[in-house]
């Protein structure tokens, strides 16, 4: 498998994902910039999304979109139990923090990444995100992971994207519950590696 990442962006949930499950892979850097990779290619012809992650299975087909990947990806090793099986209640519950950590986490953290936003317009977004983290701060005072004692896919992605807050002076020790978090995750071996492998 090949996964196309850029360096500290979502891409980084797939591979801290590919390093938990120790499934073989190869990093492919995307200038998310220029559309090309770091060897010449022209990304959109491999994503016309244009957008990481991707991710290019043997037989030639690309996977986009972070949720579906991770869960594609868990699912080639399900006794790790990075995800629950297909078809139980707990995969579904998994599927709502997926989506939750995507729209209202990656997409309300992501926005401010747009300079052409005047601030007075991120100070609301910033709002609304606020009120989000505080549906996270209700569930990790309480347990230590999303879904209950056990690292899952949807840690993984919620911790690659509240990295992002730091870019916008938003301080997670505001809400300790999550700054736990993050420093618990931050200690798995697979995350220093994945870190490691992106800023070398
Ligand atoms: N819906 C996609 C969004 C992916 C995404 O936002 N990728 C960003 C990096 S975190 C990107 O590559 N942006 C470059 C661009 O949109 O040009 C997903 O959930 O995977």
């Not at 840690?155 to 978090?181: E, G, T």
């Amino acid at each position: 498998m090949k996964l196309y990442f850029s360096p500290n962006a979502c891409s980084l949930a797939s591979h801290i994902v590919l390093r938990e499950l120790a499934l073989p892979f190869e990093l492919i850097r995307v200038d998310n910039q220029k559309k090309t990779t770091a060897n010449g290619d022209d990304f959109l012809r491999i994503n016309p999304k244009g957008y990481v992650a991707a991710l290019q299975l043997d037989n030639g087909e690309v996977l986009t979109e972070g949720a579906a990947i991770l869960q594609f990806l868990a699912d080639q090793v399900p006794e790790a139990g990075l995800a629950p099986a297909n078809g139980s209640w707990e995969r579904v519950r998994l599927q709502e923090w997926l989506n939750f950590v995507s729209s209202e986490i990656h997409g309300g953290l992501g926005v401010l990444f747009n300079s052409a936003i005047p601030e007075e317009v991120k100070a609301l977004f910033k709002a609304t995100l606020f009120k989000r983290f505080a549906i996270l701060v209700q569930t990790l005072e309480r347990q230590d992971y999303l879904q209950g004692e056990r690292f899952s896919v949807a840690d993984a992605y919620l911790f690659v994207v509240l990295r992002w807050a730091a870019f916008f002076d938003i301080d997670l020790q505001q809400w300790p519950a999550l700054a736990r978090f993050q420093q618990r995750v931050s200690a798995r071996p697979a995350v220093i590696a994945a870190l490691a492998a992106e800023n070398s």
